[in-house]
């Protein structure tokens, strides 16, 4: 099975991806690959940082190997072996 590394991405508005573009003098499919970390120039790096000051949410996605409820807890095992606890599920 092939292992996947975690994923990072900005998400923001459309209108706010517009504005960078505009305020940074580049394409939206550059401001796309900056925000999804697909870019490492300081014109990404800028990027980004004006996304989270614009109010951009940032994301990591872990993928997992396995997840099942166990004792009321739903729980994810992540390729690290780490075991976490997500929330309760009510009966």
Do not use: D
Request: hydrophobic content about 40%; glycine content about 6%.
């Amino acid at each position: 099975m092939e292992k996947k590394a975690f994923r990072r991405k900005i998400v923001v508005e459309k209108e706010v991806r517009k504005e960078i573009a505009e305020i940074l003098e580049c394409s939206l499919p550059l401001v796309a690959l900056a925000l999804n970390y697909q870019s490492y120039t300081s014109l990404s790096i800028a990027i980004r940082r004006e996304a989270m000051r614009k109010g951009g949410k940032e994301y990591v996605l872990v993928p997992t190997e396995s997840a099942w409820i166990e004792g009321g807890e739903f729980i994810e095992k992540y390729q690290t072996g780490e075991q976490v606890k997500l929330l309760s599920v009510k009966a």
